[in-house]
Nanobody, 124 residues
Framework: QVQLVESGGGLVQPGGSLRLSCTASGSIRSINAMGWHRQAPGNRRELVASITKGGSTNYADSVQGRFTISRDNAKGTLTLRMNSLKPDDTAVYYC??????????????????WGQGTQVTVSS
């Protein structure tokens, strides 16, 4: 199994920058794609950015060009660098990882792990 812990959230002024980190533990070699999601009050959780094990990235239109996702497979870490932050970026940010595991019948399954979330507030 995989466990995730995020860090790096906080309060920042509009136009500022923050760096979020996520550290995986457990079966980190079984992790495939990873991503950052966010959820603002009253809104559904949305995908912000994702990255495959090989390093291919995908971004939501709202953060394209401002956010950068990266990962270190050997260390089991995931990073989100956020620049030019806007008040609309205010949300709880969650780290997510898809991983493979053998079930009781010794068949491969795909699991999804989530971190506990870290608050990002963009306000003057």
């Amino acid at each position: 199994q995989v466990q995730l812990v995020e860090s790096g959230g906080g309060l920042v002024q509009p136009g500022g920058s923050l760096r979020l980190s996520c550290t995986a533990s457990g079966s980190i070699r079984s992790i495939n794609a990873m991503g950052w999601h966010r959820q603002a009050p009253g809104n559904r959780r949305e995908l912000v950015a994702s990255i495959t094990k090989g390093g291919s990235t995908n971004y939501a239109d709202s953060v394209q060009g401002r956010f950068t996702i990266s990962r270190d497979n050997a260390k089991g870490t995931l990073t989100l660098r956020m620049n030019s932050l806007k008040p609309d970026d205010t949300a709880v940010y969650y780290c997510e990882a898809d991983y493979q595991f053998l079930n009781a019948a010794e068949a491969w399954e795909v699991g999804r792990a989530w971190g506990q979330g870290t608050q990002v507030t963009v306000s003057s």
